[in-house]
């Protein structure tokens, strides 16, 4: 079955820790997103990676950091420096031109 | 500066009757819009699009109005059925940023259909 995993589901982590969200697509899309949810805010957007080795930063990635070594996968680091970590992340791919972009299930990262 | 808004946190609606959930953007470079239904701790999925050179789209129960001129845009359910009880997100991208295409969020709207 082709799609997104994200992994874990759940992640709780001690302040000031590193801790790298997993995000792995075998849907052979080239574009892939993180966004972050909180309460109220919707979805919004950390970084986001068009093609191999190239990444931008979204609206809010100060204290995230990522990585696009292959296709398929697309890590997210939440850094130490990251003021309020807790919350939801999401990850999503899009193929080519088409506007749609389909998510994974989403990661919980508690931050203690 | 929030581009996508939805004003309604949340709508009750009676099952059988229609859902129609509003979002207005402020971008005039928005050219598609998109609706995704969200359940608790689980990733959006798509639901229905529309292109900026149409003002109508429809898929089965759910049908999406777009009024340019007034930067908004509205999904109607009908009928709303119970498992229809979510989250709704309005998304909107410009095709103008190459294939990248960044969605941009609304806040959601909670949707709870009763019986």
């Known amino acids: 079955d082709g799609g997104i995993t994200q992994s874990p589901k759940y992640l709780f982590r001690k302040e000031g820790q590193n801790v790298t969200l997993s995000c792995e697509q075998n849907?052979?899309?080239?574009?892939m997103y993180w966004y972050r949810q909180d309460p109220g805010q919707g979805l919004r957007l950390i970084y986001y990676?068009?093609?191999?080795?190239?990444?931008q930063k979204g609206d809010i990635a100060e204290g995230y950091s990522v990585s696009r070594e292959k296709k398929e996968s697309f890590p997210l680091t939440v850094t130490s420096a990251q003021k309020n970590p807790t919350a939801f992340y999401l990850c999503?791919?899009?193929?080519?031109?088409?506007?749609?972009?389909?998510f994974g299930q989403g990661t919980r990262l508690t931050v203690v | 500066d929030q581009q996508v808004k939805q004003n309604s946190p949340s709508l009750s609606v009676q099952e059988g009757r229609i859902s129609i959930l509003n979002c207005d953007y402020t971008?005039?470079?928005?050219?598609?819009f998109l609706w995704y239904k969200k359940y608790p701790a689980e990733g959006p999925t798509f639901l229905i699009s529309?292109?900026?050179?149409?003002d109508k789209n429809e898929d089965g129960r759910f049908t999406v109005f777009l009024n340019k001129s007034a930067k908004h845009l509205s999904l109607h359910i009908v009928p709303s059925q119970p498992g229809d009880s979510a989250v709704y997100f309005c998304?909107?991208?410009?095709?103008?940023?190459?294939?990248?295409?960044?969605?941009?969020f609304g806040t959601g709207t909670r949707l709870q259909v009763t019986l």
């Open positions: 999503a791919s899009k193929e080519g031109r088409r506007t749609e972009a389909f």
């Open positions: 849907l052979n899309h080239d574009a």
């Open positions: 990676s068009q093609i191999v080795n190239d990444f």
């Open positions: 971008n005039s470079m928005f050219d598609y």
């Open positions: 529309i292109s900026s050179i149409k």
């Open positions: 998304a909107a991208s410009s095709l103008y940023t190459g294939t990248a295409s960044k969605l941009t």
